[in-house]
């Protein structure tokens, strides 16, 4: 089996309510769908987790497009569909974790659904269905942030994450620690703060949150272990964790014991696994990461969820969290949780008139041979 073409779908998906976090706010995703269309007819999906913008880390959806067509797609001449070796076609590439994950989902997904195979087997997922939390944006109002998270606690999440910022902070969350003196809560701060507000973090030890995530920014190691040290919450990276070596840097210099592994951000579902499979030798607990997927997105992630090691609640919320109208079946929560795909490959198609409904454009890369 050869790759053919890639076909990338840039599609306007609205989100049900504006998600705000420290760096900006998005009313819509801007998704770019990657289709791989194989030699012998086989179609497979990647999701790119860009934004349009680079406000979250410097990838941004025309960049992503931009090293698709001239670097990615021509890295691909000559290989294999096999995963390890279009893996390895595209690491002469630095960077770009999110448009090379995008492109190797897609040929992954085409690969197993040709082997009959589903995601979650092939990554060795080990349980049917993940608990699932919830990010709840910075809202406009506190009232506006107790109703959201009312809603989400009454549809049965399991975790609750508010997002924060330099002036939305320690009062949201000690509001919503009393209101929910037992629920599973934890703080997202997009790298706002700096080493200065490092008394401020360790107040949020009274409010028993299972984490703070990525409080300084992505290259300010060294004041995440001073973080680390001066707080009894644990310290979860995203921003900062890119490939292994980050995580185990991570985890053995002290500036994190807990990683929130995104697929998109580490390059692919096999630079995820083995992040998990490192901190699961390590006995640092992971938990998945999300992009406001749509399904296809969605249900790769949850295929990862399934890993040993995904011992805590990820951002792999229902689609009714997300939109009105996901571009696949959607994805319903049942008790707190979602089932993981059982089918080949990813185990979701788009769906074909909603896809066309939402299109903005389509582009054909070919592959030379
Ligand atoms: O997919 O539910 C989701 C969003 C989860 O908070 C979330 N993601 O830093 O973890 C994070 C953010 C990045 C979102 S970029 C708009
Ligand atoms: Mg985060």
């Known amino acids: ?32 769908l990657v289709e791989a269309v194989t030699s012998e007819g086989i179609h497979g999906w990647g999701e790119c987790a860009t934004m349009s913008w680079p406000g979250y880390s410097s990838e941004y959806s025309e960049g992503a497009l931009d090293v698709m067509r001239h670097h990615l797609v021509p890295a691909l001449a000559g290989t294999s569909m096999d995963p390890l070796e279009t893996q390895a076609a595209l690491a002469p590439v630095r960077g770009h974790f999110m448009a090379k994950s995008a492109v190797l989902t897609a040929m992954l997904d085409a690969w197993l659904r040709g082997r009959d195979e589903s995601l979650g087997t092939y990554l060795g997922a080990v349980r049917a269905q993940v608990d699932c939390g919830v990010s709840v944006g910075i809202p406009s109002s506190m009232s506006d942030l107790i109703d959201e998270v009312d809603s989400y606690v009454d549809a049965g999440y399991r975790r609750i994450k508010l997002k924060m910022e330099p002036g939305w902070d320690l009062e949201p969350v000690r509001v919503i620690r009393e209101r929910y003196p037992d629920i599973a809560l934890q703080t997202d701060a997009n790298q706002a703060y700096t080493r200065s507000d490092i008394p401020l973090l360790a107040k949020f030890d009274d409010l028993n949150l299972l984490l703070i995530e990525q409080p300084l920014p992505e290259e300010d190691w060294y004041g995440h272990v001073l973080v680390s040290r001066a707080c ?19 985890i053995a210099l002290g500036a994190a014991s807990i990683i929130n592994i995104k697929p998109g951000r580490v390059g692919g579902y096999l630079h995820a696994k083995a992040i ?20 296809i997105g969605r249900a790769a992630n949850i295929a990862l969820a399934a890993l040993p090691g995904f011992t805590l609640p990820g951002d792999t919320s229902a689609s009714n ?4 109208q996901d571009i696949t079946e ?7 949780r979602l089932s993981v795909p059982t089918g080949p490959g990813i185990g979701v198609d788009p769906l074909p008139d909603v896809l066309a409904r939402l299109t903005v454009s389509v582009e054909e890369l070919r592959v030379d041979a």
């Open 232 to 250: 009894a919450t644990p310290i979860c990276m995203d921003e900062s964790i890119l490939t292994v070596e980050s995580a185990d840097s991570a």
């Open 330 to 336: 959607p994805f319903v929560l049942d008790d707190g």
């Open 321 to 324: 969290r997300y939109f009105a």
């Open 276 to 295: 998990h499979d490192r901190c699961l030798e390590l006995g640092a607990p992971v938990w998945c990461g999300g992009m406001l997927e749509t399904g």
């Open 1 to 32: 089996m050869r790759l053919d073409l890639l076909r990338v779908h840039r599609i306007a998906m609205p989100l049900v309510r504006p998600f705000r976090t420290s760096f900006g706010t998005e009313t819509e995703r801007d998704v770019i």
